[in-house]
DNA sequence: ACGCAACTGTTGTAAATGCAATTTTTTTGC
DNA sequence: GCAAAAAAATTGCATTTACAACAGTTGCGT
């Protein structure tokens, strides 16, 4: 006999309702604002990690912001050029690279800021103080919740093989 | 006269909150779970789609995804290769609804659903009920907010006349 | 000191993505 | 009924992305 049928309801599907939400935030705020200023969401993204955090490494970077090590570095790359982010090899290990915002990036994002904040508030508007608290502590606990999870062994009948070689092998885990 | 250079703290920046919860999420269903299937978040999100509100067009379909309608085109090529959707050869007069899973298909998502059920289950782990309902409701809320939103850029003549809905359809990047 | 394993950042390459046509289908006005 | 207009779906193409391979460093055990 078949499941009975897990009726799914995607409006109430978390997963679902994020990514929404995020899709829709990214696009306005990145045709509306970023576009302007000829930044993708990307670049806004290691700009304000930037800024938020101060001086990073690359790997780092890469878990602050979400995006993978190896596009992160090209997005440097045209960062650096654009002179809004500068490149410091670390003086006490050789393979390591600092990344800061450069003068000119730093008053670029000062200026972002506002703008992102003022986002935030148009999407967040009619929520009261106690729901926008707790809208973000259950963010922050959901992000928490996943990356300390155990992968979900999803079998179907047969054992699979590879279920310990997935544990091995859980590379690019965004370890903030 | 300078800002007084507005602060930025990710930590407490919605679109950073929530983009990040997003990432891991994908991530994390997306290897443990869909990998196994043969499938990518961008199909599981078609399936999904379908299975909770039935045949759709095309174009409403990226909008239910937010999935840009070019990347949909081939996705659906691909799942119908697959032989989990069906285009529904729109009858000259009848109704038309042109896509649609196929049983196969069917099948594919109910075993599917449980596994999504899972992983919101323990992404969710620890809010109460109440909160719980509180993060949905916001993340309802955010959404429409956005979608009703004017642009606010600085340029351009105002009043976009344009009321029609404008739905998300960008990327897999979700939100800053 | 040595060698090997782990770390850091970059690059090669195939696949995915988004925009702008282009083609196909549906609606409309007469 | 039919041609024009509008809307929907696909495709061409340049850009972007992710995975893996690579090259250079560091740390650590022996």
Redesign the interface.
């Known amino acids: 006999m ?2 009975p ?29 970023l576009a ?1 200023f000829g930044l993708s ?2 670049m ?2 290691v700009l ?2 930037l ?3 101060g001086a990073q490494r690359h790997t780092d970077l890469a878990g ?1 912001t ?1 995006i993978e090590v190896s596009t992160l570095s090209r997005i440097v790359t045209r960062l650096v050029r654009m002179g809004l982010v500068v490149r410091a090899p670390s003086k006490t290990s050789g393979r390591e690279i600092a990344l800061a915002l450069s003068d000119r990036g730093r008053r670029l ?3 972002l ?8 508030e ?6 009261s103080k106690q ?2 608290a ?10 928490r ?3 300390d ?1 155990e ?2 062994a ?1 079998n ?1 009948r047969t054992g ?1 093989p590879d279920a310990a070689i ?1 544990t091995a092998s ?1 590379p ?3 370890t903030i």
């Open positions: 078949p499941e049928a897990a009726r799914l309801d995607l409006d109430d599907y978390l997963p679902y309702l994020i990514n929404r939400v995020g899709s829709i935030m990214a696009l306005r705020f990145g045709e509306d604002v302007q969401i990307a806004w993204r304000a990690a800024s938020s955090h602050l979400s994002v000062d200026r800021i506002p703008l992102g904040r003022r986002y935030e148009i999407a967040s508007a009619g929520l729901e926008n707790v809208l973000r502590r259950a963010l922050r606990r959901m992000y919740n996943l990356i999870a992968p979900m999803v179907d699979s997935r859980r690019e885990t965004p």
